[in-house]
């Protein structure tokens, strides 16, 4: 059984279980929620206590510029979207040129930053408005503020709206407002519930202020309401905990640094960060020397702290660069060695043992209350609402027993308050030995946990005190009413991670919106609000305005319910009647059909990535493409596949896949790794290719001069051979191949280029397939092309991917633009690049469509791809509106021609204009777009010395060099 914090009287005898406390409502009627459109007397109203001001808010543009969209700029987000109806633009900051470029393209009259660690350029906010939300009070200056008011044991604390200027959060200030800081909250908690909570009120304010033209006041320290001050951010010796101190004051310590960075401090001689706590209330235990272990249960340790306390650590991760524990937020025990974990005893967890004598609750993140109506409340406090494959089993069969209480008529799952839950716990996947495996298992165990929901014989109610999303969301529909408050957000979908999603979601969202709102909700990847929920369905109730009065209305409005007997039994007749064995049976039809999809996706390089992203936090390199492309406009609507619809065209001017800064990137990495083979030997060998190149063509002239430029640059070593064009083609071909067999058989080359196209009347597939494998640096072999098929190569024979379709591959993964199930249009059938990025595309799993400049009616295709790639070899063949509004357009073409052939162009000097393949109209139809120059070609060149250093490494290898370089 699991831990019973208020049990029903009747079934306590028969249950064995002491009866803590009850709980006595009155009972009163109940409509019927069945009708989810027909609200009751206690439906909470989200517009009844607002005030008109979103009536009188003239429409602005307003750009959000932030560090990540995450809950405080989610908020911010649904704000300004469905209160306010603006016009609203996101981006990611992800470094100055990219903000300068973003507040360009957007031409904002207001720039907001919810979440923003890093400083505006200048250029920015000497010329528009910018206002940032600090998570202080008025006069708080710096970072590490929210820590520093828990460290400070602050009564009150507060959010400020101030304007952006030279000297960081010393501007005008626009709005601030404070707020009482609850005893025991954590800092996450402080800060997900009140703190932005609160920075939405000031964010009206200030949005009020500035559509009325007011400004903000100078900041000024003489005032003496100006409380706060300027410090510093907060170091780890200010974090650190001593466990000789009490159990109160350890937890208070570790309290103010969940969940980032985390307290650090020393455990069984290993250096972590704690992540979490509970202070313990089982008996005392003076004989534990402080900061020993002393037990674990479910996942959690227990640390002795002064005078017989102790305190229960349930996540942590390893602390500095030479620790070998993980250092990605585990559960205790998968952190520290094992063999330390081995010798900790198990601290069993028996029903109703759990409760203390003064009714505080000992360590665990699964327990029930239940009242004297029937109400069973099933708490599930799971770190950040993931949940591991061994929660979901612990939970869905407490969903079970609890489901055969006698005298329990409804079952509320109550998650925890900050998340209720947000599906499998990626961490666990990350660090398991075969992630797959774990993601295939975790995905079953919440599948068996909605099932446990669904095939309750009580009446079931999601009660969303904190937010949900992906599988969670989806979990949360199972139940037969769900409930929120008017600050939940919802992101009901999970292609951001590369997933296409199970926990039966294509059963019952659809059940609850339709298939054309299921399909938009999924596909547009973006979070929803309670109101929002309500108004299409997918949620019954918003009973209160914020977290903090929910609980409450959640113990009353459950307790009402179940003295309703008649609605009970209708309800529980219609259950009844409606899940037959063949109900079910169609139930399990939707699991194997999105098991199936699930399968595929997590052995997804786009899953692997996106998660090892999420991880490890590593920053984001772009604005992610579902967020470009649904900019929220009043006037411009959107389709239910998340793009704009074709009738609002000249949606924005398109970001400019910049392949000039990830070549940059890639560069540094690559003379690193030259820097490392020049290093791990005497006689500084480093990769070298050889170009063969003939004379006479301009543009194959200033191709070698950027790769020998770039290869030198790096380090990479190389050498030119020329021939001259001749008149007897057969001789010059002759010539070719011998010069690339003498250079398969120097050792000394690693990589052979030959510089296409070569003269008319050459073979080039028979120059080509003269090159060994292993020095097909450029990829252009039939069986490179083969390989990347999937074919079965000859045993030892070493290919590499050809250079333009690993370029394109790379520039799409840098800007975050999912494949998986996408329609992919490619113009361009060559061997060279058509082929080669075709078969990328399909093992990434999009669909593809392959044209080329005679396909009959061009546009059609084109104008249904959602990623565009044109390597037709005709300048500006692709017009602007021949392009699916919001699509991704990558423009291989590349052509020098007269001024007097275009109208248009990018890039020209007196003399030329080079323009590409696409017309550059396509700008204001694409989202994301290569420009012509500076697009695929610089990656192209990086990407022929990347496969340079990795056929030296491999040619190393096979001549047993290996550990000199690895």
Same mark, same amino acid.
């Given at each position: 059984?699991?831990?019973?914090?208020?049990?029903?009287?009747?079934?306590?005898?028969?249950?064995?279980?002491?009866?803590?406390?009850?709980?006595?409502?009155?009972?009163?009627?109940?409509?019927?929620?069945?009708?989810?459109?027909?609200?009751?007397?206690?439906?909470?109203?989200?517009?009844?206590?607002?005030?008109?001001?979103?009536?009188?808010?003239?429409?602005?543009?307003?750009?959000?510029?932030?560090?990540?969209?995450?809950?405080?700029?989610?908020?911010?987000?649904?704000?300004?979207?469905?209160?306010?109806?603006?016009?609203?633009?996101?981006?990611?900051?992800?470094?100055?040129?990219?903000?300068?470029?973003?507040?360009?393209?957007?031409?904002?009259?207001?720039?907001?930053?919810?979440?923003?660690?890093?400083?505006?350029?200048?250029?920015?906010?000497?010329?528009?408005?910018?206002?940032?939300?600090?998570?202080?009070?008025?006069? !708080?200056?710096?970072?590490?503020?929210? &820590?520093?008011?828990?460290?400070?044991?602050?009564?009150?604390?507060?959010?400020?709206?101030?304007?952006?200027?030279?000297?960081?959060?010393?501007?005008?200030?626009?709005?601030?407002?404070?707020?009482?800081?609850?005893?025991?909250?954590?800092?996450?908690?402080?800060?997900?519930?009140?703190?932005?909570?609160?920075?939405?009120?000031?964010?009206?304010?200030?949005?009020?202020?500035?559509?009325?033209?007011?400004?903000?006041?100078?900041?000024?320290?003489?005032?003496?309401?100006?409380?706060?001050?300027?410090?510093?951010?907060?170091?780890?010796?200010?974090?650190?905990?001593?466990?000789?101190?009490?159990?109160?004051?350890?937890?208070?310590?570790?309290?103010?640094?969940?969940?980032?960075?985390?307290?650090?401090?020393?455990?069984?001689?290993? %250096?972590?960060?704690?992540?979490?706590?509970?202070?313990?209330?089982?008996?005392?235990?003076?004989?534990?020397?402080?900061?020993?272990?002393?037990?674990?249960?479910?996942?959690?340790?227990?640390?002795?702290?002064?005078?017989?306390?102790?305190?229960?650590?349930?996540?942590?991760?390893?602390?500095?660069?030479?620790?070998?524990?993980?250092?990605?937020?585990?559960?205790?025990?998968?952190?520290?060695?094992?063999?330390?974990?081995?010798?900790?005893?198990?601290?069993?967890?028996?029903?109703?043992?759990?409760?203390?004598?003064?009714?505080?609750?000992?360590?665990?993140?699964?327990?029930?209350?239940?009242?004297?109506?029937?109400?069973?409340?099933?708490?599930?406090?799971?770190?950040?609402?993931?949940?591991?494959? &061994?929660?979901?089993?612990?939970?869905?069969?407490?969903?079970?027993?609890?489901?055969?209480?006698?005298?329990?008529?409804?079952?509320?799952?109550?998650?925890?308050?900050?998340?209720?839950?947000?599906?499998?716990?990626?961490?666990?996947?990350?660090?398991?030995?075969?992630?797959?495996?774990?993601?295939?298992? %975790?995905?079953?165990?919440?599948?068996?946990?909605?099932?446990?929901?669904?095939?309750?014989?009580?009446?079931?109610?999601?009660?969303?005190?904190?937010?949900?999303?992906?599988?969670?969301?989806?979990?949360?529909?199972?139940?037969?009413?769900?409930?929120?408050?008017?600050?939940?957000?919802?992101?009901?979908?999970?292609?951001?991670?590369?997933?296409?999603?199970?926990?039966?979601?294509?059963?019952?969202?659809? %059940?609850?919106?339709?298939?054309?709102?299921?399909?938009?909700?999924?596909?547009?990847?973006?979070?929803?609000?309670?109101?929002?929920?309500?108004?299409?369905?997918?949620?019954?109730?918003?009973?209160?305005?914020?977290?903090?009065?929910?609980?409450?209305?959640?113990? #009353?409005?459950?307790?009402?319910?179940?003295?309703? +007997?008649?609605?009970?039994?209708?309800?529980?007749?219609?259950?009844?009647?409606?899940?037959?064995?063949?109900?079910?049976?169609?139930?399990? +039809?939707?699991?194997?059909?999105?098991? #199936?999809?699930?399968?595929?996706?997590?052995?997804?390089?786009?899953?692997?990535?996106?998660?090892?992203?999420?991880?490890?936090?590593?920053?984001?390199?772009?604005?992610?493409?579902?967020?470009?492309?649904?900019?929220? #406009?009043?006037?411009?609507?959107?389709?239910? &596949?998340?793009?704009?619809?074709?009738?609002?065209?000249?949606?924005?001017?398109?970001?400019?896949?910049?392949? #000039?800064?990830?070549?940059?990137?890639?560069?540094?990495?690559?003379?690193?790794?030259?820097?490392?083979?020049?290093?791990?030997?005497?006689?500084?060998?480093?990769?070298?290719?050889?170009?063969?190149?003939?004379?006479?063509?301009?543009?194959?002239?200033?191709?070698?001069?950027?790769?020998?430029?770039?290869?030198?640059?790096?380090?990479?070593?190389?050498?030119?051979?020329?021939?001259?064009?001749?008149? !007897?083609?057969?001789?010059?071909?002759?010539?070719?191949?011998?010069?690339?067999?003498?250079?398969?058989? %120097?050792?000394?080359?690693?990589?052979?280029?030959?510089?296409?196209?070569?003269?008319?009347?050459?073979?080039?597939?028979?120059?080509?397939?003269?090159?060994?494998?292993?020095?097909?640096?450029?990829?252009?072999?039939?069986?490179?092309?083969?390989?990347?098929?999937?074919?079965?190569?000859?045993?030892?024979?070493?290919?590499?991917?050809?250079?333009?379709?690993?370029?394109?591959?790379?520039?799409?993964?840098?800007?975050?633009?999912?494949?998986?199930?996408?329609?992919?249009?490619?113009?361009?059938?060559?061997?060279?690049?058509?082929?080669?990025?075709?078969?990328?595309?399909?093992?990434?799993?999009?669909?593809?469509? +392959?044209?080329?400049?005679?396909?009959?009616?061009?546009?059609?295709?084109?104008?249904?791809?959602?990623?565009?790639?044109?390597?037709?070899?005709?300048?500006?063949?692709?017009?602007?509106?021949?392009?699916?509004?919001?699509?991704?357009?990558?423009?291989?073409?590349?052509?020098?021609?007269?001024?007097?052939?275009?109208?248009?162009?990018?890039?020209?000097?007196?003399?030329?204009?080079?323009?590409?393949?696409?017309?550059?109209?396509?700008?204001?139809?694409?989202?994301?777009?290569?420009?012509?120059?500076?697009?695929?070609?610089?990656?192209?060149?990086?990407?022929?010395?990347?496969?340079?250093?990795?056929?030296?490494?491999?040619?190393?290898?096979?001549?047993?060099?290996?550990?000199?370089?690895?």
């Amino acid at each position: 059984m699991f831990p019973l914090r208020r049990t029903l009287a009747s079934c306590l005898k028969s249950a064995n279980v002491r009866l803590t406390s009850t709980i006595a409502v009155n009972s009163e009627s109940l409509p019927d929620n069945d009708n989810r459109r027909n609200q009751s007397d206690f439906q909470y109203q989200a517009q009844t206590n607002q005030t008109n001001f979103s009536q009188h808010l003239r429409h602005v543009r307003v750009l959000l510029l932030a560090n990540s969209f995450n809950s405080m700029t989610q908020r911010a987000y649904l704000e300004l979207t469905n209160k306010f109806k603006q016009d609203v633009r996101i981006e990611l900051a992800v470094d100055n040129h990219q903000m300068i470029d973003a507040a360009k393209r957007h031409n904002p009259d207001l720039i907001l930053c919810p979440f923003l660690t890093k400083e505006i350029p200048e250029e920015i906010w000497k010329e528009r408005l910018c206002l940032v939300v600090h998570p202080g009070i008025h006069g !708080d200056r710096g970072s590490s503020s929210i &820590d520093w008011a828990l460290k400070e044991k602050k009564v009150q604390w507060g959010v400020t709206v101030l304007q952006a200027a030279k000297e960081m959060d010393a501007g005008d200030i626009w709005s601030t407002k404070n707020v009482v800081v609850p005893k025991n909250i954590t800092k996450s908690g402080l800060y997900s519930g009140l703190i932005i909570d609160t920075a939405m009120d000031c964010i009206q304010e200030a949005m009020k202020k500035f559509v009325t033209g007011r400004k903000g006041i100078p900041l000024d320290y003489t005032d003496p309401n100006v409380k706060g001050k300027c410090h510093e951010s907060m170091k780890l010796k200010d974090r650190a905990v001593d466990f000789n101190a009490s159990a109160e004051e350890v937890a208070s310590i570790i309290r103010r640094s969940v969940s980032t960075p985390g307290t650090p401090c020393t455990l069984e001689g290993h %250096n972590v960060f704690l992540c979490s706590v509970h202070e313990d209330t089982d008996q005392m235990r003076p004989q534990d020397k402080p900061g020993t272990i002393t037990g674990k249960r479910h996942g959690a340790v227990r640390i002795a702290c002064r005078d017989g306390g102790s305190i229960w650590v349930t996540h942590m991760k390893g602390r500095g660069k030479s620790t070998n524990l993980p250092t990605i937020t585990l559960p205790a025990t998968d952190i520290l060695p094992s063999d330390i974990i081995a010798r900790v005893p198990e601290v069993p967890e028996q029903d109703g043992a759990m409760v203390s004598k003064d009714g505080k609750v000992s360590f665990t993140d699964l327990w029930v209350s239940v009242s004297t109506a029937g109400v069973a409340v099933i708490h599930f406090p799971f770190h950040n609402g993931a949940m591991r494959t &061994d929660q979901c089993k612990r939970l869905a069969a407490c969903i079970q027993q609890t489901s055969a209480l006698p005298g329990v008529k409804i079952i509320v799952l109550a998650g925890g308050e900050a998340t209720w839950s947000n599906g499998i716990n990626l961490n666990t996947i990350e660090a398991a030995q075969d992630p797959a495996q774990e993601s295939w298992e %975790n995905i079953n165990a919440m599948n068996d946990l909605v099932k446990a929901i669904f095939s309750s014989k009580k009446v079931t109610i999601a009660a969303l005190q904190g937010n949900a999303g992906a599988g969670g969301a989806m979990a949360a529909i199972a139940c037969d009413y769900v409930w929120a408050h008017g600050n939940t957000i919802l992101n009901p979908h999970y292609k951001t991670m590369g997933l296409h999603g199970s926990e039966y979601w294509t059963y019952f969202l659809p %059940n609850r919106v339709g298939h054309k709102k299921a399909q938009e909700l999924t596909n547009k990847c973006l979070p929803i609000s309670a109101q929002t929920a309500l108004a299409i369905g997918m949620i019954d109730k918003v009973l209160s305005s914020n977290r903090s009065t929910f609980a409450e209305a959640m113990v #009353r409005e459950s307790d009402i319910l179940a003295r309703n +007997n008649d609605l009970l039994e209708r309800k529980m007749n219609n259950k009844a009647r409606g899940r037959t064995s063949e109900w079910h049976a169609k139930m399990e +039809n939707f699991r194997s059909q999105e098991l #199936r999809m699930m399968r595929e996706n997590f052995v997804s390089k786009e899953y692997i990535d996106a998660r090892k992203a999420f991880v490890y936090k590593v920053p984001p390199t772009s604005t992610p493409l579902h967020l470009l492309l649904n900019q929220h #406009r009043p006037d411009v609507s959107t389709n239910a &596949d998340g793009g704009m619809d074709a009738e609002d065209s000249h949606p924005l001017k398109a970001v400019s896949m910049d392949g #000039r800064k990830i070549a940059k990137s890639i560069a540094k990495t690559l003379a690193a790794k030259i820097e490392h083979i020049k290093n791990s030997t005497s006689r500084g060998v480093v990769p070298k290719f050889a170009i063969v190149l003939v004379s006479g063509n301009n543009d194959s002239e200033r191709y070698v001069k950027q790769k020998l430029k770039s290869a030198n640059n790096i380090g990479v070593s190389s050498v030119l051979y020329r021939f001259n064009k001749q008149d !007897d083609a057969k001789v010059l071909e002759e010539d070719l191949i011998e010069c690339v067999k003498a250079l398969n058989d %120097n050792e000394n080359i690693n990589g052979i280029i030959i510089q296409l196209p070569l003269p008319n009347g050459v073979n080039k597939e028979a120059v080509l397939s003269n090159i060994s494998s292993d020095k097909d640096v450029d990829g252009f072999r039939a069986d490179s092309l083969g390989s990347l098929a999937g074919g079965i190569s000859e045993k030892g024979t070493i290919t590499y991917t050809p250079c333009t379709a690993k370029a394109i591959m790379t520039l799409l993964d840098y800007y975050s633009v999912p494949v998986s199930g996408k329609k992919v249009c490619i113009i361009g059938r060559s061997t060279t690049v058509g082929m080669p990025i075709q078969l990328c595309i399909m093992k990434r799993g999009g669909s593809v469509t +392959n044209c080329d400049i005679n396909t009959t009616h061009l546009a059609s295709f084109t104008k249904e791809a959602d990623i565009l790639i044109v390597a037709a070899g005709s300048p500006a063949l692709v017009k602007g509106d021949w392009i699916k509004p919001g699509a991704v357009v990558i423009d291989v073409g590349f052509h020098v021609i007269a001024k007097d052939e275009m109208d248009q162009k990018i890039y020209s000097n007196s003399d030329f204009e080079i323009v590409g393949d696409v017309d550059p109209e396509g700008h204001h139809y694409a989202s994301l777009m290569t420009p012509v120059p500076g697009g695929v070609g610089p990656l192209t060149v990086h990407m022929l010395l990347e496969n340079t250093i990795e056929a030296f490494l491999k040619q190393q290898r096979k001549n047993n060099l290996t550990t000199i370089y690895d």
